[in-house]
């Protein structure tokens, strides 16, 4: 089963429009850690947040912010403002206290292209 | 502090071959992890070394193997080489369980 959804694939704007990235989980575990990567073309992945399932705070980090809701299962991602530099894949990923904290599952993924 | 390094970070090897990939992680972090990330199936859990132990593994067959070395670097092994092994081979270290991983630059390999 899919533990990790990001239902949009590609997601095109233009320049300075706000873009969010959905991610939906599923775990049965209490512990667990939330993660957000950013893939660029180079594909090295690049880490941006990680949160552990009892910090709903929501954060910024200049134009990027996340929104944590345990109700929903959800983890959202926020860039504020989009540039160029920001086209790359965005993948948010999950581990679990049960199967190992440092087993990542990762979601399909969300190709983001920042048009000019 | 360097980052995880990869190496090589192209390799090009016909069926039924076997490949090393080799992964420094970043200096004082003694756990590494495998994926293998290809366009069908995505970003996949291959396994986890932690002093020089395997300490998880993933949903692959044992043509995929790994080892780490006192020093953390580790290496991951592919025998008998099939065309569906084309992928790029993504390592990450971190420094204590739970923590966060970093990602090398990756070996993109290809199966002719």
């Known amino acids: 089963a899919q533990k990790v959804t990001q239902a949009q694939t590609e997601i095109s704007v233009v320049e300075k429009e706000d873009v969010t990235l959905d991610c939906v989980y599923e775990?049965?575990?209490?512990?667990?850690?939330l993660f957000w990567y950013k893939q660029p073309p180079s594909g090295e992945l690049v880490f941006l947040i990680r949160r552990n399932s009892f910090d709903e705070q929501n954060e910024i980090s200049g134009r990027y912010s996340w929104n944590f809701q345990k109700s929903t299962s959800s983890f959202n991602f926020t860039i504020t403002a989009s540039q160029v530099v920001d086209s790359a894949v965005y993948f948010c990923a999950l581990s679990e206290e049960s199967t190992g904290n440092n087993r990542l599952a990762f979601g399909k993924g969300n190709q983001v292209v920042v048009i000019p | 502090k360097a980052g995880v390094t990869q190496t090589p970070r192209y390799l090009i090897k016909t069926r039924g071959q076997q490949v090393t990939l080799s992964c420094s992680p970043i200096s004082g972090h003694r756990s590494v992890s495998w994926y293998q990330q290809t366009p069908g199936q995505g970003l996949q859990f291959l396994f986890e070394?932690?002093?020089?132990?395997?300490?998880n593994k993933g949903n692959f067959p044992g043509r995929f193997s790994g080892r780490q070395f006192s020093n953390s670097r580790s290496e991951m092994n592919v025998s008998t080489l099939e065309l569906g092994d084309s992928a790029l081979y993504l390592c990450?270290?971190?420094?204590?369980?739970?923590?966060?991983?970093?990602f090398g630059p990756g070996t993109r390999l290809t199966v002719l």
């Open positions: 070394y932690f002093s020089e132990t395997q300490r």
């Open positions: 775990t049965r575990d209490t512990t667990y850690y």
């Open positions: 990450a270290s971190s420094s204590t369980e739970p923590d966060t991983q970093y």
